[in-house]
C-alpha cells in the first residue's frame, strides 16, 4: 500500500498532476489542433454552442471533483502518488473511470464548439489508449494492490457507462 501523504502534499500533487495529465490531454492538445478558432454555426449556434459549453463544464466539473477525492483520500490519481485506501466514494459510486469519461467529454464539447472534426479523432485516439492503459495497466495494478476489494468494486460499478444509482459498499 501507498505510504500516506500529508493533507498539503496530497493536494499539491494532485494539482501538479491535473495539470500535466488532463491540462495536456484536454487544453494544450486540443488547442494546438484546433487554435481554438470558434467554427460559425450560423442559426445552429443557438443550439449547438450550448450544448458544447454544457459538455465542457459538466466535464470539467466531473474532472474537478474526482480529482479532489484523491487529494481527500491523502494521495494523488498519478500511479507515482497513489492513495492508501481504494478510492470509492462520490463520482467513483457510479463509474470506475470518471476523470477518463469527463477528459473525453471536454475534447469532444471542444469539437463541437470548434466544429473541429479533427478532435473527433483526436478523442477516438485518446480513447483507445486510454483503453490500453486501463486493461493493460491500471485494472491488473489496482487488483494487486487491493485484491478481492477492488475485485468486489469491479463486479458493481461498471468501468466506462454510470450506475444510475450509486453503489454501495
Same mark, same amino acid.
Given at each position: 500500500?501507498?505510504? +500516506?501523504?500529508?493533507?498539503?502534499?496530497?493536494?499539491?500533487? =494532485?494539482?501538479?498532476? #491535473?495539470?500535466?495529465?488532463?491540462? $495536456?490531454?484536454?487544453?494544450?492538445?486540443?488547442?494546438?489542433?484546433?487554435?481554438?478558432?470558434?467554427?460559425?454555426?450560423?442559426?445552429?449556434?443557438? $443550439?449547438?454552442?450550448?450544448?458544447?459549453?454544457?459538455?465542457?463544464?459538466?466535464?470539467?466539473?466531473?474532472?474537478?471533483?474526482?480529482?479532489?477525492?484523491?487529494?481527500?483520500?491523502?494521495?494523488?490519481?498519478?500511479?507515482?502518488?497513489?492513495?492508501?485506501?481504494?478510492?470509492?466514494?462520490?463520482?467513483?459510486?457510479?463509474?470506475?473511470?470518471?476523470?477518463?469519461?469527463?477528459?473525453? =467529454?471536454?475534447? &469532444?464539447?471542444?469539437?463541437? &464548439?470548434?466544429? *473541429?472534426?479533427? /478532435? $473527433? #479523432?483526436?478523442? /477516438?485516439?485518446?480513447?483507445?489508449? $486510454?483503453?490500453?492503459?486501463? +486493461?493493460?495497466?491500471?485494472?491488473?495494478? /489496482? =487488483?494487486?494492490?487491493?485484491?478481492?476489494?477492488? #475485485? *468486489?468494486?469491479?463486479?458493481?460499478?461498471?468501468?466506462?457507462?454510470?450506475? &444510475? =444509482?450509486?453503489?454501495?459498499?
Amino acid at each position: 500500500m501507498a505510504q +500516506k501523504a500529508s493533507p498539503a502534499r496530497a493536494w499539491i500533487g =494532485t494539482i501538479v498532476f #491535473l495539470l500535466l495529465a488532463p491540462g $495536456v490531454v484536454a487544453g494544450f492538445i486540443p488547442w494546438l489542433i484546433s487554435g481554438w478558432r470558434w467554427y460559425d454555426w450560423g442559426g445552429g449556434a443557438r $443550439v449547438v454552442v450550448p450544448i458544447a459549453w454544457i459538455a465542457i463544464a459538466i466535464g470539467v466539473a466531473f474532472l474537478l471533483h474526482a480529482f479532489a477525492l484523491f487529494a481527500l483520500h491523502r494521495g494523488t490519481p498519478a500511479p507515482v502518488a497513489p492513495t492508501e485506501a481504494l478510492v470509492v466514494t462520490g463520482v467513483y459510486r457510479f463509474v470506475r473511470n470518471p476523470m477518463y469519461l469527463a477528459v473525453l =467529454t471536454i475534447i &469532444l464539447g471542444q469539437a463541437l &464548439l470548434f466544429g *473541429n472534426a479533427w /478532435l $473527433v #479523432l483526436y478523442a /477516438l485516439i485518446a480513447v483507445a489508449a $486510454v483503453v490500453a492503459f486501463v +486493461k493493460g495497466y491500471e485494472e491488473p495494478t /489496482l =487488483t494487486r494492490t487491493y485484491g478481492e476489494e477492488y #475485485l *468486489n468494486y469491479r463486479r458493481n460499478v461498471p468501468g466506462w457507462l454510470p450506475r &444510475l =444509482t450509486p453503489w454501495r459498499a
